[in-house]
């Protein structure tokens, strides 16, 4: 076995670790007892629930609190957290409790895992990534557990908060609220303020970075000392929710949110903005959204959360770095300068092909499900958009959706969660390129 691991890229073990998960997921929920009916589910509905769990997306063929028993529940629940966290992190954790040795080449797996810039420190950042996300998990838990005991007995309401807080934080966007109605997700708590805070509160810290975590922890609140990917990882998140809120606000004051209280639109809106950026969840119907809404939330899930985070999409640092390229061709300026700081040519590479593999699967993806069956296409799109961001918020067309398209979805939710730049890595094997450069030769550009 490890002969065999050797023989890997540290990008193919990646993708085959999440194939491994996904396939053993699947297998226990197409177990009778995985159903509160009892009965066999259909292969490709259970690889879609694993897909969709471990690569913490949130789309769903039937509702998960009418559909799954406790047992599938559950099965859900720890395919969460082992996709949020990453089978590296868990790996590696499992490793330093037995007293096992710890390799360079495991080493460099969980660094491209957990996408950190260095290979140094990274076994004591994934100690501090498994007590971090015990601490806000339990907080959220206990918190959540405490609201849902006013309408329900303690044992349930400890199995909620618990549910939704390892959801919340993994950004997986499932739910157990289907007991108020199928497919209803936080609806019924549109207007409360303790459900509403704690869900986007984890939502946001998982979806900031563990990298980002290890900075604040270091530096604390010393903004100034935080690295350049800190610095652009907070600022943009936080124009993203607040600047998404602000345009939802504006979009639905006279639809989804119109007679509410201002408080309860502001509510709404922010919670609309922050679980766009690849959560999931809705306080909100999202088929009656605007158009504009329905725009808005594509865009925000496209970009997602950050780099090395429990989020999807292609990431708060890759829209910056664009932004600043595109700014410094207009400028004519020679590099790219943010915050006092130049950017690096292979973060604007990879930061131009992570954009162009990602539309040009949406684009792709969109084409085969609208030829394939009759669905509106911009439907169709926000489906594709929240499958590889791996969001989750669906119009509700993802149900009825035929087994091809289904297909379709579980490999965009695939290629989401482990990045499609480590995919189309992983396909490239071990190919050492040759030294030798082909001649220049310009052509014409726009």
Same mark, same amino acid.
């Given at each position: ?231 652009? $990882?907070?600022?943009? *998140? %936080? ?6 809120? +602000?345009? @939802?606000?504006?979009?639905? /004051?006279?639809? &989804? ?16 903005? $922050?679980?766009?950026? *690849? %959560? ?6 999202? +088929?009656? @959204?605007?158009?504009?809404? /329905?725009?808005? &939330? ?29 700014? +410094?061709? @207009? ?116």
């Amino acid at each position: 076995m490890k002969l065999f691991t050797k023989r890997l890229t540290q990008t193919q073990m990646i993708v085959l670790g999440y194939c491994i998960i996904i396939f053993l997921g699947a297998g226990l929920l197409m177990l009778p007892v995985s159903t509160k009916a009892g009965v066999y589910t259909p292969f490709t509905d259970a690889l879609f629930t694993s897909t969709s769990a471990a690569c913490v997306t949130g789309l769903v063929i039937a509702d998960t609190f009418q559909y799954w028993s406790t047992f599938g529940q559950c099965v859900i629940l720890c395919i969460i957290q082992i996709g949020g966290l990453g089978f590296m992190t868990i790996g590696v954790c499992f490793a330093i409790l037995l007293r096992r040795k710890i390799g360079l080449w495991t080493r460099g797996t969980l660094q491209e895992s957990v996408n950190i810039m260095q290979v140094g420190g990274i076994v004591r950042l994934a100690k501090k990534i498994i007590v971090g996300t015990a601490i806000f998990e339990g907080m959220g838990a206990l918190i959540l557990a405490v609201r849902f005991s006013r309408e329900m007995s303690l044992g349930k309401a400890v199995y909620f908060g618990v549910f939704h807080s390892i959801s919340a934080f993994c950004n997986a966007g499932f739910d157990l609220m289907g007991e108020s109605g199928a497919y209803s997700s936080f609806t019924k708590y549109y207007n409360d303020p303790i459900v509403n805070l704690v869900i986007m509160s984890l939502i946001v810290i998982g979806g900031i970075g563990f990298f980002v975590w290890n900075d604040i922890s270091v530096n604390k609140l010393k903004f100034r000392k935080y690295r350049l990917h800190t610095k652009i $990882v907070l600022i943009s *998140t %936080a124009i993203l929710i607040f600047g998404g809120a +602000a345009l @939802l606000f504006f979009f639905e /004051k006279n639809n &989804t949110i119109a007679g509410m209280p201002f408080g309860e639109q502001v509510l709404c809106s922010l919670f609309g903005s $922050v679980t766009a950026r *690849t %959560a999931g969840f809705n306080t909100v119907d999202t +088929a009656a @959204l605007t158009d504009s809404s /329905k725009l808005l &939330t594509t865009i925000l899930m496209f970009i997602g959360g950050s780099p090395g985070s429990t989020a999807g999409g292609v990431k708060t640092t890759t829209f910056v770095v664009l932004l600043i390229y595109v700014h +410094a061709n @207009l400028r004519k300026e020679m590099h790219c300068n943010i915050l006092g700081r130049r950017l690096d040519e292979d973060s604007i590479r990879k930061a131009s092909a992570v954009l162009c593999i990602n539309l040009f699967a949406v684009i792709l993806a969109v084409l085969v499900i609208v030829t394939v069956q009759p669905a509106a296409m911009t439907d169709v799109a926000f489906e594709v958009v929240s499958a590889i961001g791996t969001v989750g918020m669906s119009t509700g067309i993802t149900r009825d959706m035929e087994t091809v398209s289904k297909l379709v979805l579980i490999f965009l939710m695939y290629c989401g969660r482990i990045g499609s730049m480590t995919f189309a890595l992983s396909l490239r094997g071990h190919k050492i390129e040759a030294p030798v450069k082909a001649p220049v030769e310009k052509i014409m550009i726009g």
